[in-house]
């Protein structure tokens, strides 16, 4: 995983990449570390909050609604944004909003620009297009910074780089900032980059952000973080670009009573975290003077129209679901090969691709359910997962293997003496494949083909000698009795 | 271009709605929206005090309470404590607030170098959230432009009790008025965990936060 920014139009299908990552005890190790902490720290601050399901009810139905509504909110939002001296633009897609910062940028007269951590930019990979324009960019986020030095790629929505623990991050700045007798602490590692990163802040004269969230009535944009880089990055360059997804509209102002104590809970399992920036336009005298705010699409409409897949907009990105999948917590973020991993990225990918790619993603779930319980607008990822793979079978049409191996079990079904034929064809045609165990029990290791699949990871008990069927007939014509049908 | 590219979108969301939404249907709409929650805290004054201590101290910040008449011995106090001789303050913060024997500096605009030159930074706040612990900046007098209080490493933030409230959604409905203002929410000196989920205080923004609240 180095250098090749995550794309799902090449990414290896998700179990090759999986299986090739389950080998990785170290990345599972710090996977499993990190997910455990900030799943604790959740528990212990959702878990104080009496109100927490009237607030997931709340942040639920004000997602929907706005969903509802969101040509509405967009043009308010713009509107509003554009009296207090922002520039609106709107990006049908990656390539256009790219083209849009690129041009900004070098209108600003800049050739290096400062980021904030933003999972959209890495969604359309702006910075692989801002080198080839010629600018260099900066992550100032901590995870961020090390996953550009490292050449690496985020594995998580909110802390990108927990698949690295300190003594990796430790020998990436050490080479990276030609700091040789560089400490392991995380504090002296903290050290290094407030101290490597401060001169960008003070020089750099353009600044690149996402948002997590848009107000329509105020025309003001949210930014939620911990560490002061996006303090930095939004109030000391000349210009600021923010690049927003359409999804992230929010009604109102009052709006932020409810996600603000949502999201910050769910990400980081803080009461609060550390800093919100809320902006509006350009303020005289305090930040940047010019501001700019990229409006992109980039398959979300699509997402829009389909009534059952919706829900996926209402994502706020706090990341909890992928700290209690069972199924991200073993293979890491990369394995999904998107920026968005886990289980949202599960359904939010192959959507965002619209089902051109990432097809076996949605098939990347135990579907147990987890992920629902800690979602904080209740996206029902289950429901979600189930209709994508419906869309994925359909897909394949009706000669894929899933679609004909579903009608020879119909057929078999609808029928009596197919089923009992194919039960004993069933019983004859496993004994070659059946070992017995200490116990006398027969298990199959292996099956061929499509069935595979199934004997990878675990074994099959071989079939009764005898079916429930067989042994009633027996025992009522032992009985000498009639037995009805 | 631009317009082309709203138009598309705009047309893409309505014919996926397959409506076009009013913002008088929205506004109908989003009244009805269901509000299950605790809007208004429902403690005593001094347990919401004592609640805001308790979380500001979770962060690592420390807390001093004194009554107005002391207050300029409480700042004396704090920075000597600090050891900040060179601290910056906004505009149009009182002299009240300012002992003598410290050098501050008014942000008339100062430039990024000359910031991060300042060892401090003594502001007051908007209002400040008990049950987060959290500091509310706005761009007005006496608390200035957002970089004031970020470039130097130590913040001394000074509440008047007055202005403590309880939840979330109260500090939100009390911003609504100024919701066009820069603002800025504080919890804690600026922190990450992104190294093994290990809170450390102070990447970029100020790693010291301390708090005076006025009686």
Sequence with gaps: MSGTALDPRTAPTFPMAAH?????TQLRKNVRHATDVIQNKRAKVVGEMPDWQGLREAGKSLREHTMKHLDVYLE????????????VHWARNGEEAKRIVIDLVKASGSNEVIKIKSMTTEEIQLNTALEAAGIRPYETDLAELIIQLGKDQPSHIVVPALHKNRQQIREIFQREM?????GNTPQDLADAARLFLREKFLKVKTGVSGANF??????????VESE???RMCLTLPETLITIAGIDKVVPRFQDLEVLLQLLPRSATGERMNPYNSVWTGVHPGDGPKAFHVILMDNARTEILADEEGRQTLNCIRCGACQNACPVYRQTGGHAYGSVYAGPIGAILTPQLQEMHHAQTLPYASSLCGACYEVCPVKINIPEVLIHLRNKVVKQNGPFGPEALAMRGMAMIFRSEARFRAAQRFGRMAETPLVRKDGNGEGWIGWLPGLLGGWTQVRDLQEMPKETFRDWWEKRADAKGGKHGN | ????????????????LGTKATPEAAAAAWAGLPRDYVRVSTGTKSELIERLIDRLHDYDAQVLEVEATDLKAGVAKMLTAR????????LGLSNALLPEGVDFTVDTGLSAAELDACGGVLTEATLAIAETGSLVLQNVAGQGRRAGSLVPDYHLCVVDVAKVVGTVPEAISALQATAG??????????????????????VHGPRFLDVILVH
Excluded at chain 2, 185 to 200: H, N, W
């Design chain 1, 76 to 87: 308010q939002f713009e509107r509003n944004c554009t009296a207090a001296g922002g520039v």
């Design chain 1, 178 to 182: 030609n700091l040789p007798d560089l």
């Design chain 1, 20 to 24: 090739k990552l389950m080998g990785d």
């Design chain 2, 1 to 16: 271009m631009a317009t082309d590219a709203r138009t598309a979108i705009l047309s893409k969301i309505r014919s996926a």
């Design chain 1, 228 to 230: 002061g880089n996006g």
């Design chain 2, 181 to 202: 203002l820069a603002t800025t929410f504080i919890s804690g000196p600026s922190a990450t965990a992104d190294i093994e989920m290990t809170r450390i205080k102070g």
């Design chain 2, 83 to 90: 050891g900040a001789t060179k601290m910056l303050i906004p």
């Design chain 1, 214 to 223: 848009l107000i329509a009535e105020t025309g003001g944009v949210c930014v």
